[in-house]
């Protein structure tokens, strides 16, 4: 049985070594099981979601598996980290499949299974035969059951196969927030002689009603009436629903905002995903192209690299 001091300095170990990535959530979860083991309990998803993801008591289990991933992803984890690092330990540690507790097991035992791991608090977990007479108790046991069902075990769950991509690894990798801003556009009215609205124009320069109103101000722009209209490119609904998939695990990080909508505290804890054309960018266009080489060109279809005036141009 692993003592209380050697299995927080085993979480350390692991923790330190970098194999839970960037993330802190990971090893908050490693800390939360190891002290959970040390007291002997095991812990449900309900508790860790509450207790380490910060979520409410209203959380349900049922429909958001953020807490399945994690364990998941933290099982990999453990894997990598021992196969890297393993020979150094004195004990192993493991979540088993199926549960939400860690499992020791010695390092120094040859052929050592999980099957015949002990938990932290020195149970040990193996199956053992069942001899004839153990049969009366086992049917008894299984009346028991039938009417005593115990709260279903949550199955694993397959890995995000975007987590390997360069693009979207680092956003899966930790538990932030991701906001996805849509490149919407302001229309405008153009008012007649009749003071009628005769057609909707839309301005490059102008992007909000805030902006209108600040160039009608100036004296500009007299004959636009603010419509509170806006538009997004018929391509954005197929996007967004194909951005959806990478974090269909854990739907409830994303929120998505338009780009009119925005403003820059939206940056601050967030992950940003924009999806829309370049002159959908708008205040974030500096930002985006500060440290590429690039800018926009003439017309917004077309990239030019700053250094050599190349131009790359869309294709359609």
Known sequence: ?????????????????????????????????????????SPKEISIAMDVLGRDADF??????????????LRN??????AKHGKKERYRLDIPKGQYMLAATRNDAPGASPEEARSISGELQQRRPLTPWLAAGAIVLLLFNLFNRPEPVAPDVAPNPFAVSPLWAAL????LPVLVLVGDYYI???????????RMVREFDINSSLDLRLQQ???????????????????????LASVMQVFAADAGRVK????????????VGNHVVYLGYLSGLEGLRDLVFAASGLATGLTFDELVNIDSNERYQSSS
């Open 1 to 41: 049985m692993i003592e209380a001091e050697e299995l927080r300095a085993a979480c350390q170990r692991i923790i330190q070594s970098g194999e839970l990535g960037r993330s802190r959530t990971y090893a908050a979860i490693l800390e939360y099981l190891a002290e959970q083991a040390i007291v002997g309990s």
């Open 60 to 73: 349900d289990v049922g429909k958001d598996s953020i807490v399945r991933v994690h364990i998941y992803h």
């Open 77 to 82: 984890k453990l894997n990598t980290y021992y």
């Open 172 to 175: 899966l990798d930790d538990d």
């Open 188 to 198: 405008m009215g153009e008012v007649d002689e009749t003071g009628r609205v005769s």
């Open 217 to 239: 101000q100036g004296g500009h722009l007299s004959r636009y009436l603010n419509l509170d209209l806006n538009y997004t490119p018929t391509s954005i609904p197929i996007v």
């Open 256 to 267: 998505v905002k338009l780009m009119s909508d925005f403003n820059t505290n939206d940056l």
